[in-house]
């Protein structure tokens, strides 16, 4: 059951954390121009980067790897320096943004990979994938694929570790990062990768969508963070021109979809969802949908979480976020 309160636990986000969301709220604000394209300089100023480190920062080493410069598609390593296991899975994560936002070296995306990698142990491979209006759908998508087709050539994983398992293969994002991680496996199951085993999805809070207004938008118009207004915005901009929300892209399992799923195999899914983010039953309408195809989903329901709740380590729910996600990974590799 969702919550009723459309600011919930964001109060309860440190001044800190609550500070640096608003600066890039206003960011995002004032770097939409009237013609809907963004300022990129503006946005930069707000959107802080993060350097890799060859040192550890909180038991993470960082690397970039480049795949293609030409459309600046490259790939941020996380590896743990502290005793590793013999047998490391990994996760191959895309950042949230709406499609439009953020990059694998802000500082946003690269605390939350590195909590990520320290708190399960897993190698994470964060994707910096071009970005809308300039590039629209499909070029993330494509973007995301290609960097897994790199990896499955074992010639282009000799900075990793030698015990990392790619038999052991996670997609994971959150937000259009989740959205991403969807379509980029629905791609990865049609098309056959040689070395590269994925075993798991997940989707943490996935932006999707519909022309349909649903009870938690409806609800949440304004939520903190993300506002309906907000994700109308996004979709323009991503989608192709001409489309409306029920593109495949935004509404998986809608009428326009031409993704079946069922004759995929299609890997474990878990679902995360907040009850204080407005694109909650599209997220939940995406996990029956799941179901309905045959398919091994797991929900993960917080009732009071904001979107983008998990980039507040602080906060209760994002610490059994990391929990959670140990245990899903832990029980597929067993």
């Given at each position: 059951?969702?919550?009723?309160?459309?600011?919930?636990?964001?109060?309860?986000?440190?001044?800190?954390?609550?500070?640096?969301?608003?600066?890039?709220?206003?960011?995002?604000?004032?770097?939409?121009?009237?013609?809907?394209?963004?300022?990129?300089?503006?946005?930069?100023?707000?959107?802080?980067?993060?350097?890799?480190?060859k040192q550890p920062i909180d038991g993470v080493i960082t690397s970039d790897t480049v795949v293609d410069a030409t459309r600046n598609l490259y790939f941020r390593l996380f590896l743990p320096s502290f005793e590793q296991n013999t047998n490391m899975p990994l996760i191959v994560y895309f950042h949230g943004g709406g499609f439009a936002y953020m990059s694998a070296n802000s500082i946003a995306c690269d605390d939350l990979c590195r909590n990520l990698c320290k708190k399960t142990g897993a190698v994470i491979i964060s994707v910096n994938y071009r970005l809308s209006p300039e590039h629209k759908y499909p070029s993330q998508y494509d973007d995301g694929f290609d960097v897994l087709k790199f990896i499955d050539d074992k010639a282009n994983t000799k900075n990793f570790p030698s015990n990392v398992n790619l038999k052991q293969c996670f997609i994971a994002g959150d937000s259009a990062g989740g959205n991403l991680a969807h379509h980029v496996t629905v791609k990865a199951c049609e098309y056959g990768l040689r070395n590269v085993k994925l075993i798991g999805l997940i989707a943490i809070q996935p932006f999707f969508g519909?022309?349909?207004?649903?009870?938690?938008?409806?609800?949440?118009?304004?939520?903190?963070?993300?506002?309906?207004?907000?994700?109308?915005?996004?979709?323009?901009?991503?989608?192709?021109?001409?489309?409306?929300?029920?593109?495949?892209?935004?509404?998986v399992f809608g009428s326009k979809s031409v993704d079946d799923i069922k004759r995929l195999k299609f890997p474990a899914t878990m679902v995360v969802v907040g009850g204080v983010d407005p694109l909650y039953d599209w997220q939940i309408r995406y996990y029956?949908?799941?179901?309905?195809?045959?398919?091994?989903?797991?929900?993960?329901?917080?009732?009071?979480?904001?979107?983008?709740?998990?980039?507040?380590?602080?906060?209760k729910e994002s610490g059994l976020l990391m929990e959670e996600v140990k245990d899903f990974i832990g029980k597929l590799i067993k």
């Open positions: 059951m969702s919550s009723n309160n459309p600011i919930s636990n964001f109060q309860d986000v440190p001044w800190k954390q609550r500070f640096y969301r608003s600066m890039l709220g206003y960011g995002i604000h004032f770097s939409r121009r009237s013609d809907g394209t963004i300022n990129r300089f503006i946005m930069n100023l707000f959107d802080l980067k993060a350097q890799p480190s519909g022309e349909e207004r649903t009870e938690s938008e409806n609800r949440l118009v304004d939520a903190p963070v993300l506002s309906v207004k907000g994700t109308d915005w996004l979709w323009k901009t991503f989608l192709p021109e001409g489309s409306d929300r029920d593109h495949p892209a935004c509404n029956e949908g799941l179901k309905k195809c045959g398919k091994e989903a797991y929900l993960i329901e917080y009732p009071n979480a904001f979107h983008s709740f998990y980039g507040a380590p602080e906060l």
